[in-house]
């Protein structure tokens, strides 16, 4: 093994951390598909719903966004060589998640934009903790390397669709902006899938 190996190994987080997204995520990816059932009918008649908001909600950051964390907290120090910044930070990040993605789904599926928002707040709160704990833990490293750009790219990408969607679920509930809800899905989805999620595969693809 060369020593570099070694070293990232060294520096990754114990497992428990990255275990507890794993298993979040595996749990709403089969709360998934039961209400994929349950929706069946109003599925059928709209592209936009606050139905079709929750599957894919339920989907992306019930299941995508918590393995995603959960891999990247295991990922960074090995693709990058440097320890994340704060294994406590990461574990608050985890704690503040998962009841503002339940409140979220929960808004979505009663139409309850009181919970939907106070949920956003909440999501948007552990992505922002996400967020600075990588920035933080990528201090020093060159950022010659193609890996370290592209999960920076990733990063900033994550913050505005968080920041999208969040201004979304708040102006459902103050209505203080006459905005085009339509626009705002797809620069939330632009943001997110295209801007986040590709953009990490591909930065973590380039070493392991």
Known sequence: ???????STKLSPPFNLVFRYFLSGFLFYILLFVFLFKFYEPLRGYFISFQIAFLVHM??????????FGAMFQLI???????????PLAKWQF???EPGLVLMLYGFYNTSTNALSFGAVLVFISIVLFVFNFFMSIRGISFTKI????????NLMFFMGALVGL???????FGVLNINY??????HIVFMVFGFIFMSI???SMVL
């Open 95 to 97: 704690y503040i998640y």
């Open 167 to 173: 201004g979304m679920t708040l102006n459902m509930r």
């Open 182 to 187: 339509i626009n705002w899905v797809l620069m």
């Open 1 to 7: 093994m060369r020593p570099s190996q070694s070293l």
């Open 77 to 87: 120090p090995v693709a990058l060589e440097k320890a994340i910044y704060s294994i």
């Open 147 to 154: 890996t370290t750009k592209f999960l920076v790219v990733a």
């Open 59 to 68: 989907f992306f950051l019930g299941f995508v966004l918590n393995i995603i």
């Open 202 to 204: 591909m930065g973590l």
